[in-house]
Nanobody, 126 residues
Framework: QVQLVESGGGLVQPGGSLRLSCAAS????????IGWFRQAPGKEREGVSC????????YYADSVKGRFTISRDNAKNTLVLQMNSLKPEDTAVYYC???????????????????WGQGTQVTVSS
């Protein structure tokens, strides 16, 4: 009964910022990796940024390095993605996902993750 609920998406102009949040519940372990993924129409789902629950090991896609920052609050079971300097190419549905029982972030590949939220739309336009 793991549940992940994303929020914070919307429409923003190029160069603007958005803050996405993921509220997680139903975990049975304190050890996991969790991250943000995105999928645009006609594109494969890709890992944007992932982080471990027990340390500060992180992954960022090359396309977002220096612009996006991932953070977590274990006590509140909340994951945040701060997105700055947004580009039209960032337009996608953004998903939160979790892989329990590991703290190895690896390359933040979607197939490694077991539980997914419903996603939140981010549109960068005009």
């Amino acid at each position: 009964q793991v549940q992940l609920v994303e929020s914070g998406g919307g429409l923003v102009q190029p160069g603007g910022s958005l803050r996405l949040s993921c509220a997680a519940s139903g975990f049975t372990t304190d050890y996991y990796t969790i991250g943000w993924f995105r999928q645009a129409p006609g594109k494969e789902r890709e890992g944007v940024s992932c982080i471990s629950s027990s340390d500060e090991s992180t992954y960022y896609a090359d396309s977002v390095k220096g612009r996006f920052t991932i953070s977590r609050d274990n006590a509140k079971n909340t994951l945040v993605l701060q997105m700055n300097s947004l580009k039209p190419e960032d337009t996608a549905v953004y998903y939160c996902a979790v892989h329990p029982y590991t703290v190895v972030v690896g390359t933040c590949a979607p197939y490694e993750y077991d539980y997914w939220g419903q996603g939140t739309q981010v549109t960068v336009s005009s």
